[in-house]
Protein backbone atom coordinates (compact mmCIF):
# COMPACT_ATOMS: atom_id res chain seq x y z
CA UNK A 1 0.00 0.00 0.00
CA UNK A 2 1.09 3.64 -0.40
CA UNK A 3 2.02 5.21 2.35
CA UNK A 4 4.11 8.39 3.62
CA UNK A 5 6.27 8.72 6.70
CA UNK A 6 7.66 11.90 7.99
CA UNK A 7 9.97 10.81 10.99
CA UNK A 8 9.55 13.93 13.11
CA UNK A 9 6.90 15.73 14.22
CA UNK A 10 8.30 18.65 14.74
CA UNK A 11 12.01 20.16 14.67
CA UNK A 12 13.30 23.68 16.07
CA UNK A 13 16.25 25.33 14.46
CA UNK A 14 18.11 28.26 14.76
CA UNK A 15 17.67 30.79 12.26
CA UNK A 16 20.64 30.98 9.94
CA UNK A 17 20.98 27.43 10.14
CA UNK A 18 20.32 24.64 7.64
CA UNK A 19 17.52 22.64 7.92
CA UNK A 20 16.68 18.79 6.69
CA UNK A 21 13.05 17.76 6.79
CA UNK A 22 12.88 13.88 6.42
CA UNK A 23 10.35 11.89 4.29
CA UNK A 24 10.09 7.87 3.33
CA UNK A 25 7.59 6.35 1.11
CA UNK A 26 6.26 3.10 0.60
CA UNK A 27 4.93 3.03 -3.37
CA UNK A 28 5.14 0.18 -6.09
CA UNK A 29 6.06 2.14 -9.13
CA UNK A 30 8.08 5.05 -9.50
CA UNK A 31 6.58 7.89 -7.28
CA UNK A 32 5.78 11.12 -8.25
CA UNK A 33 6.90 13.13 -4.99
CA UNK A 34 6.18 16.66 -3.53
CA UNK A 35 6.43 19.18 -0.91
CA UNK A 36 3.96 21.33 0.44
CA UNK A 37 4.20 24.07 3.11
CA UNK A 38 1.46 24.99 5.07
CA UNK A 39 1.10 28.24 7.42
CA UNK A 40 -1.03 28.35 10.31
CA UNK A 41 -4.65 28.55 9.23
CA UNK A 42 -4.28 28.52 5.60
CA UNK A 43 -4.16 26.36 2.59
CA UNK A 44 -1.20 24.34 0.92
CA UNK A 45 1.51 25.96 -1.03
CA UNK A 46 3.82 23.40 -2.76
CA UNK A 47 7.32 23.73 -2.81
CA UNK A 48 8.71 21.61 -5.30
CA UNK A 49 7.61 18.47 -7.17
CA UNK A 50 9.95 15.48 -8.46
CA UNK A 51 8.78 13.54 -11.64
CA UNK A 52 11.86 12.14 -13.28
CA UNK A 53 15.30 13.40 -14.59
CA UNK A 54 17.89 15.35 -12.15
CA UNK A 55 17.18 13.89 -9.09
CA UNK A 56 18.27 17.16 -7.03
CA UNK A 57 15.24 19.55 -7.20
CA UNK A 58 14.84 23.35 -6.75
CA UNK A 59 12.19 24.87 -5.27
CA UNK A 60 10.39 27.84 -4.31
CA UNK A 61 11.70 29.84 -1.10
CA UNK A 62 15.52 28.50 -1.46
CA UNK A 63 14.02 25.01 -1.21
CA UNK A 64 15.18 21.63 -2.57
CA UNK A 65 14.89 18.08 -2.22
CA UNK A 66 17.06 15.05 -3.27
CA UNK A 67 15.30 11.73 -4.74
CA UNK A 68 17.13 8.80 -3.44
CA UNK A 69 14.99 5.93 -4.68
CA UNK A 70 17.68 3.09 -2.82
CA UNK A 71 16.20 4.43 0.58
CA UNK A 72 12.42 5.66 -1.08
CA UNK A 73 13.30 8.88 0.66
CA UNK A 74 12.82 12.77 -0.34
CA UNK A 75 14.32 14.67 1.82
CA UNK A 76 13.72 18.33 1.95
CA UNK A 77 16.42 21.12 2.76
CA UNK A 78 17.24 24.47 3.19
CA UNK A 79 20.87 25.82 3.27
CA UNK A 80 19.78 28.96 5.65
CA UNK A 81 16.72 29.06 7.61
CA UNK A 82 14.82 32.26 7.83
CA UNK A 83 12.36 33.04 10.75
CA UNK A 84 9.37 32.89 7.52
CA UNK A 85 9.71 29.61 7.50
CA UNK A 86 8.33 28.42 10.55
CA UNK A 87 5.22 26.45 8.95
CA UNK A 88 4.66 22.67 8.91
CA UNK A 89 6.00 20.83 5.81
CA UNK A 90 3.91 17.84 4.13
CA UNK A 91 5.60 15.40 1.81
CA UNK A 92 3.34 13.80 -0.68
CA UNK A 93 3.16 10.73 -3.23
CA UNK A 94 1.65 10.67 -6.53
CA UNK A 95 0.99 8.22 -8.86
CA UNK A 96 2.45 8.61 -12.54
CA UNK A 97 -0.32 7.76 -14.17
CA UNK A 98 -3.61 9.36 -14.41
CA UNK A 99 -5.83 9.63 -11.17
CA UNK A 100 -3.79 11.50 -9.49
CA UNK A 101 -4.23 10.45 -5.79
CA UNK A 102 -2.29 12.01 -3.22
CA UNK A 103 -1.38 10.68 -0.42
CA UNK A 104 0.06 12.85 2.22
CA UNK A 105 2.48 12.39 5.37
CA UNK A 106 1.75 13.16 8.69
CA UNK A 107 3.44 16.35 8.56
CA UNK A 108 6.45 18.08 10.29
CA UNK A 109 6.16 21.48 12.23
CA UNK A 110 9.37 23.26 11.68
CA UNK A 111 9.90 26.07 14.63
CA UNK A 112 12.66 28.47 14.23
CA UNK A 113 14.14 30.25 17.41
CA UNK A 114 16.23 33.53 16.80
CA UNK B 1 -2.28 35.42 -9.45
CA UNK B 2 -5.55 32.90 -9.88
CA UNK B 3 -6.63 31.47 -6.54
CA UNK B 4 -8.90 28.88 -5.55
CA UNK B 5 -11.71 30.14 -3.08
CA UNK B 6 -13.42 29.08 -0.52
CA UNK B 7 -15.95 29.94 2.34
CA UNK B 8 -16.82 30.18 5.06
CA UNK B 9 -13.26 30.25 6.16
CA UNK B 10 -14.51 29.43 9.26
CA UNK B 11 -17.64 27.48 10.77
CA UNK B 12 -18.87 26.69 14.98
CA UNK B 13 -22.24 24.52 14.56
CA UNK B 14 -23.77 22.18 16.91
CA UNK B 15 -23.64 18.69 16.10
CA UNK B 16 -26.58 16.69 14.49
CA UNK B 17 -26.65 20.52 12.62
CA UNK B 18 -26.43 20.55 8.98
CA UNK B 19 -23.10 22.16 7.17
CA UNK B 20 -22.05 23.46 3.87
CA UNK B 21 -18.85 24.59 2.24
CA UNK B 22 -18.51 25.79 -1.17
CA UNK B 23 -15.13 26.38 -3.23
CA UNK B 24 -14.56 27.77 -6.43
CA UNK B 25 -11.60 26.40 -8.17
CA UNK B 26 -9.35 28.07 -10.50
CA UNK B 27 -10.83 29.44 -13.72
CA UNK B 28 -10.68 26.38 -16.02
CA UNK B 29 -9.24 23.90 -14.00
CA UNK B 30 -11.63 20.62 -14.98
CA UNK B 31 -10.57 18.57 -11.67
CA UNK B 32 -11.17 19.18 -8.55
CA UNK B 33 -10.97 17.90 -4.76
CA UNK B 34 -12.18 18.08 -1.57
CA UNK B 35 -9.49 16.77 1.62
CA UNK B 36 -10.30 16.78 5.23
CA UNK B 37 -7.43 17.35 7.63
CA UNK B 38 -7.75 16.67 11.14
CA UNK B 39 -5.24 18.83 13.29
CA UNK B 40 -1.86 17.28 13.48
CA UNK B 41 -2.11 15.41 10.26
CA UNK B 42 -1.37 15.91 6.50
CA UNK B 43 -4.89 16.16 4.16
CA UNK B 44 -6.95 12.88 3.18
CA UNK B 45 -8.78 13.25 0.18
CA UNK B 46 -12.69 13.15 0.54
CA UNK B 47 -13.96 13.58 -3.00
CA UNK B 48 -12.53 14.11 -6.58
CA UNK B 49 -14.53 15.86 -9.39
CA UNK B 50 -13.66 15.56 -13.04
CA UNK B 51 -15.53 18.37 -14.49
CA UNK B 52 -19.24 17.56 -12.91
CA UNK B 53 -18.44 13.95 -12.16
CA UNK B 54 -17.18 12.18 -9.10
CA UNK B 55 -13.76 10.36 -10.32
CA UNK B 56 -13.28 8.94 -6.45
CA UNK B 57 -15.95 9.17 -3.61
CA UNK B 58 -14.00 5.67 -1.89
CA UNK B 59 -13.37 7.50 1.69
CA UNK B 60 -16.11 9.93 1.39
CA UNK B 61 -18.56 9.12 4.70
CA UNK B 62 -21.82 8.63 2.26
CA UNK B 63 -24.19 8.58 5.17
CA UNK B 64 -23.61 12.26 6.10
CA UNK B 65 -21.24 13.67 3.55
CA UNK B 66 -22.29 14.51 -0.10
CA UNK B 67 -20.31 16.83 -2.18
CA UNK B 68 -21.90 18.06 -5.78
CA UNK B 69 -20.31 20.40 -8.70
CA UNK B 70 -23.09 20.63 -10.75
CA UNK B 71 -21.81 22.91 -13.83
CA UNK B 72 -18.72 21.76 -13.19
CA UNK B 73 -17.43 24.82 -12.05
CA UNK B 74 -17.78 25.22 -8.28
CA UNK B 75 -18.82 22.92 -5.82
CA UNK B 76 -20.24 22.48 -2.39
CA UNK B 77 -19.48 19.85 0.66
CA UNK B 78 -22.20 19.00 2.76
CA UNK B 79 -22.46 17.59 6.05
CA UNK B 80 -25.21 16.29 7.71
CA UNK B 81 -25.68 15.61 10.57
CA UNK B 82 -22.07 17.19 11.50
CA UNK B 83 -20.55 15.00 14.38
CA UNK B 84 -17.93 16.01 17.11
CA UNK B 85 -15.56 14.02 14.95
CA UNK B 86 -15.78 15.89 12.02
CA UNK B 87 -14.36 18.99 13.40
CA UNK B 88 -11.46 19.46 11.00
CA UNK B 89 -10.17 21.68 8.42
CA UNK B 90 -11.91 21.15 5.34
CA UNK B 91 -9.29 21.71 1.91
CA UNK B 92 -10.46 22.00 -1.70
CA UNK B 93 -7.87 22.19 -4.35
CA UNK B 94 -8.14 22.00 -8.07
CA UNK B 95 -5.56 21.34 -10.88
CA UNK B 96 -3.99 23.00 -13.55
CA UNK B 97 -2.76 20.69 -16.35
CA UNK B 98 1.01 21.51 -18.00
CA UNK B 99 1.95 20.17 -21.50
CA UNK B 100 -1.24 18.56 -21.46
CA UNK B 101 0.35 15.31 -19.68
CA UNK B 102 -1.32 13.94 -16.87
CA UNK B 103 0.77 13.21 -13.75
CA UNK B 104 2.99 16.36 -14.04
CA UNK B 105 -0.53 18.22 -12.68
CA UNK B 106 0.06 20.82 -9.95
CA UNK B 107 -2.52 21.07 -7.58
CA UNK B 108 -3.40 24.38 -5.93
CA UNK B 109 -5.38 24.70 -2.80
CA UNK B 110 -7.54 27.09 -1.27
CA UNK B 111 -7.00 28.62 2.28
CA UNK B 112 -9.66 26.20 4.03
CA UNK B 113 -12.68 26.23 5.85
CA UNK B 114 -12.16 25.26 9.72
CA UNK B 115 -15.25 23.65 11.21
CA UNK B 116 -15.61 23.04 14.77
CA UNK B 117 -18.61 20.69 16.11
CA UNK B 118 -19.70 21.23 19.46
Known amino acids: AQSVTQPDIHITVSEGASLELRCNYS??????LFWYVQSPGQGLQLLLK??????LVQGIKGFEAEFKRSQSSFNLRKPSVHWSDAAEYFC????????????FGAGTRLFVKA | EAEVAQSPRYKITEKSQAVAFWCDPI?????LYWYRQILGQGPELLVQ????????DSQLPKDRFSAERLKGVDSTLKIQPAELGDSAMYLC????????????????FGPGTRLTVL
Open chain 2, 49 to 56: FQDESVVD
Open chain 2, 93 to 108: ASISRESGTLGTDTQY
Open chain 2, 27 to 31: SGHAT
Open chain 1, 50 to 55: YFSGDT
Open chain 1, 27 to 32: YGATPY
Open chain 1, 92 to 103: AVGPNTGGFKTI
